[in-house]
């Protein structure tokens, strides 16, 4: 159980275009997804919180127009990276809770975005 | 502000049993995670703790100190499918996860 998904795995984008990464609780509901981002060799950085029907809470110095999240359903959260530049270029990876504990975090298994 | 330490790389051989430490300056602490990731892949969670203590899983455990802000992974019988990065990771009372740097572990034969 506790399936996350995420699709596509890789993406490749042409700078100045918009990519929109799904995550997906498969076998639960997830009140509550959360945005990371990780560099090479590097920690999981923390973008942005979404609750289900609600505005995304997004973390100091994340740009909320260029990274949009929409978390419509208990299962399905989108990233979309606007107006995609080669430093936007990193492993993007959604992580979702469902239960009532907090440290219950089952994370997807990330999206490979390079921006050329 | 929120900072966590863990030494950048181990090395260790098979059989053989490693300790990865973690150290935590955070506000409104609930407790320490840790997550193993292989290259490429998704983090997978290894275990939790809100007590201070001894946490054991099969080959591996888990300790936290609260008044000392410190905790450790324990690995032993260590097996080659354990060489990943290991990452320690806060949750704070904002339902969040702050993770440390990672601890990329190398086993050899």
């Known amino acids: 159980g506790a399936v996350v998904s995420q699709h596509p795995s890789r993406v490749i984008c042409k700078s100045g275009t918009s990519v929109k990464i799904e995550c997906r609780s498969l076998d639960f509901q997830a009140t509550t997804m959360f945005w990371y981002r990780q560099f090479p060799k590097k920690s999981l950085m923390l973008m942005a919180t979404?609750?289900?029907?609600?505005?995304?809470?997004?973390e100091q110095g994340v740009e909320k127009d260029k990274f949009l999240i929409n978390h419509a359903s208990l299962t399905l959260s989108t990233l979309t990276v606007t107006s995609a530049h080669p430093e936007d270029s990193s492993f993007y990876i959604c992580s979702a809770r469902g239960g009532q504990k907090a440290y219950e975090q089952y994370f997807g298994p990330g999206t490979r975005l390079t921006v050329t | 502000g929120q900072s966590l330490e863990q030494p950048s790389e181990v090395t260790a051989v098979e059989g053989a049993i490693v300790q990865i430490n973690c150290t935590y300056q955070t506000s409104g602490f609930y407790g320490l995670s840790w997550y193993q990731q292989h290259d490429g892949g998704a983090p997978t969670f290894l275990s939790y703790?809100?007590?201070?203590g001894l946490e054991e899983t099969g080959r591996f455990s888990s300790f936290l100190s609260r008044s000392d802000s410190y905790g450790y992974l324990l690995l032993q019988e260590l097996q080659m499918k354990d060489s990943a990065s290991y990452f320690c990771?806060?949750?704070?009372?904002?339902?969040?996860?702050?993770f440390g740097q990672g601890t990329e572990l190398s086993v050899k034969p």
């Open positions: 979404s609750n289900e029907g609600s505005k995304a809470t997004y």
């Open positions: 703790n809100a007590l201070d």
């Open positions: 990771a806060v949750l704070n009372q904002g339902g969040k996860l702050i």
